[in-house]
Structures are given as C-alpha cells and as structure tokens.
C-alpha cells in the first residue's frame, strides 16, 4: 500500500494537492518507517527456529538414551535449561528490545523446562501421571511469561493448563481441576496489561483472546456431576458475558471474525439453545425440585457466572442504549426464566425456546441489514434455517409443508443478500 501511495505523489504535487518538499517528507518517512511486515516475520522464524532447535535435541538425545550413565542424562536434562535462562538473562541485563529474540528463547526456554522435568522424574523414578507433569511445568513456566514479556509462551501456557484440566477432570475424572483456575487467573494479568493497558490489538490479542474463550468454554464442563442441567444457566451466562464482552470498547475489533468473543458467545449460546430446542432436557427437569438441583457443585458455578453476566450487562446498559444493545446478551436472563417454568411445565418452555430462536434470528437479521453487512445477515438466516431443520425431524408436518420452508428461506436467502447488494450499489 505503501509503494501505491507514494507512486500517486507526483500527480498530488501536479495538481498541486501538495507541495513538493511535503512530498520529499513523505517519501522520507515512508522509507525510512521499518516495516511491520518484516518484524512479524522475524517473530515467526524466531519462535520456529526455537521449536525446531528444542526438537532436534531431543531426537538426538532419545536415540542414544539407554546407553548413557546417570551423570551424563542429568547433564542433558539441564545443560538446555541453563542454556535458555544464560540467553533469556542475557536479553534482559541488555535491555533488548527484539521481539523476534525475546519470543524466540521464551520458547525455548518454556520447553527447555518439560524436558529437566522429564529427565529427572525418569532418573530418579519420581512417581506421578501425566496430568500432575504439565501442572508442574506449567506452574515454573508461568515466570517466563512475565519477565520475557512473551506472548508465545503465554499462549503455549494457555494450552498448557487447558490439557491439564482435560487430563484431570475428563480423561481420568480425578476431581474438577481447581488448579487450572488457579492458573488461568494467574495469566489474566499479561493478558489486561500486554494487549490492553498498552493498547496492542495485534495477532497475538487475536490469538489470546481464541485461546481463553476456547479453553473456559471447554473446561467449564468439569463441573458437571449430579446434576447437570444447571450447567446449561452457568454455559448461557458465559456465552453471555462473552457476546457483552465483545461489544465493549476495550474488546472491540475492526471484522467480527476477528473477535473471538462474539463469535464464540454468539454460536454457543444459538448451539446451546437449538439443543435445548428439543425435548430430552426438559423432559429431564420435569418433576425435579430446585431445592434437590441446588445442593450439588453445579449451582454455585452457575449462580457466580450469572452473577458476572449480570454486572457486565449492567456496565454495558449503563453507555449504550437498550435498543442498541446485541439481543444475545440477555440469553442468560431469559433462560434463567425458562429454568423455573420447565420445572413445572417442560411443554411451554420448549416451546419458548422457539420463540427465543426465532426472536434472535430476527434480530440478527435486522442487525445485519442496519450495518450493511452480509455476514450477520446471512447468519440471522441459518438460524432460521437450523430451527425449522430441528423441527424437521420432531414434528409431523407432512413432506409437503417442509419443502415449502425450506423453498421459503431458500427465496429469503435471495432476496436479502440481493436487497443488500442493490443498496450497497446505490450507496457506491
């Protein structure tokens, strides 16, 4: 972009838009501007050439492990460590500002960690499981984070800890893994101070913020044990406070796909209530008393959640107006209703489900038609077209009557997206 514009400075300086020392001032900055482009790149190669580095090593190191003495293992487990901490430190006392360097040793570093880990439990015959293993790497990695200020070994962290909570909770159903919220909690603070008290939206914001909102919504499923229908209000409440997340400033981005927030709160909470569109879950609530639902661990998880959505909800009313506000945000409030009226009447609010569907499908809609875009458009239309599929398979309406839904929403499909092409037309 920048070699166009400066291309179209002679015209400027002939139409006299600009003068010519103004143009000599901007060739002069634009050449002289180190590109962005490039420095990206070297924070990639970096961050590979680290990874490929700490795998060599341990190819070479696996191949002739058996017939090395004890000595020689423990030299190998830690001489990488000691190699990692010599450059890191060396970076820090130098006050080097190479992004590309600082990511690079981070990295190598963080695995450099595994492997000690590793080669003295296997020495010593240290007892434990796989899930106790990346809890204690992850627990002296964390520092890396912070004193390197690296983004990429805080997102292998985020992996890091979201493995274990699947190892603990999932795979060997060892408890509800209240380490990795304790962990989780202990990375938020890079997260608030690298990307957003410094205002540093780049691709590792992007990345981060994926990440987070992949890993809670993955492991918020731990809590479930006597009774998981409440998860359903702790799930809402999360996809909840994600859509109102993302409508705040701070969180904002310049495309949707971008914001991992909207994007995940929006399709979990139209995932989540397709589902509950059916009647296996009430069904399964029906008779149930809330006193017997409320005592197990689900109702606490579910009542914190709702509460924060609440107050996000709250901050978010507070500078925009009700209209204005995205219709998924209030997901949480009227499935909390919906909760109580299918304890006594799983009929009707299965059929409210449908309701609400259709309402955020509508709303979605006309969402997509006021900001003249075709994504949210034709999303607000799959819904549509994801409900009446449901019902596809639940109702006895004959073949005849679906067909004519599926033409209709396939004709509503035509003549939004022509509708909204003829307007942009005009509007050009």
Not at 133 to 140: D, E, P, R, Y
Not at 260 to 283: H, P
Not at 373 to 392: D, K, Q, V
Request: glycine fraction near 6%.
């Amino acid at each position: 972009m920048n070699k166009n514009f400066l291309k179209e400075l002679p015209e400027l300086v002939r139409a006299q838009v600009i003068s010519e020392d103004t143009a000599k001032k901007i060739t002069a900055y634009y050449k002289n501007k180190p590109s962005t482009s490039n420095s990206r790149l070297f924070i990639v190669f970096g961050i590979l050439g680290a990874l490929l580095v700490g795998m060599g090593i341990v190819l070479i190191i696996a191949h002739n492990w058996d017939t090395l003495p004890i000595t020689a293992k423990l030299v190998i487990g830690f001489v990488p460590l000691f190699i990692g901490q010599a450059v890191c430190g060396y970076l820090i006392l130098k006050g080097s500002d190479s992004k590309s360097w600082q990511e690079g040793c981070a990295t190598f570093l963080f695995f450099a960690v595994a492997i000690s880990i590793s080669i003295v439990s296997q020495v010593y015959n240290i007892e434990g499981n796989f899930g106790q293993f990346l809890l204690l790497w992850m627990a002296l990695a964390i520092p890396i984070v912070y004193v390197l200020r690296s983004s990429m070994a805080s997102l292998l962290f985020i992996c890091g800890i979201t493995w274990h909570a699947c190892e603990v909770a999932y795979f060997n159903s060892q408890g509800y893994a209240v380490w990795y919220w304790v962990l989780l909690i202990a990375i938020l603070p890079f997260y608030y101070l690298e990307f957003f008290r410094r205002d540093n939206k780049n691709n590792f914001f992007y990345f981060h913020s994926w990440l987070l909102t992949t890993s809670v919504t993955v492991c918020l499923g731990v809590f479930i044990d006597n009774h998981g229908e409440l998860l359903m209000i702790a799930y809402l409440s999360l996809f909840s406070a994600f859509v109102i997340l993302s409508e705040l400033k701070a969180f904002a981005t310049n495309r949707v796909l971008s914001n991992a927030y909207l994007v995940v709160g929006s399709l979990g909470i139209m995932v989540l209530l397709l589902t509950l569109s059916f009647d296996w879950y009430w069904n399964e609530l029906s008779g149930t008393s809330f006193e017997g639902v409320a005592s197990g661990v689900e109702f606490p998880v579910a009542a914190s959640l709702s509460c924060v959505a609440g107050v996000l909800l709250f901050i978010h009313l507070r500078t925009t107006h009700f209209t204005d506000v995205n219709s998924k945000s209030f997901a949480f409030i009227l499935f909390i209703v919906l909760f109580f009226i299918g304890l006594s009447s799983p009929t009707a609010a299965q059929l409210l489900v449908n309701v609400i569907i259709l309402v955020f499908a509508v709303s979605t809609i006309r969402s997509g038609a006021k900001q003249n875009h075709l994504g949210i458009l034709n999303y607000g239309l799959l819904i549509i077209t994801a409900l009446i599929l449901c019902r596809f398979f639940d109702t006895d309406l004959s073949f005849v009557i679906r067909g004519l839904l599926f033409i209709a929403v396939g004709a509503g499909f035509f003549a939004a997206n022509f509708y909204m092409i003829q307007q942009r037309k005009k509007t050009e």
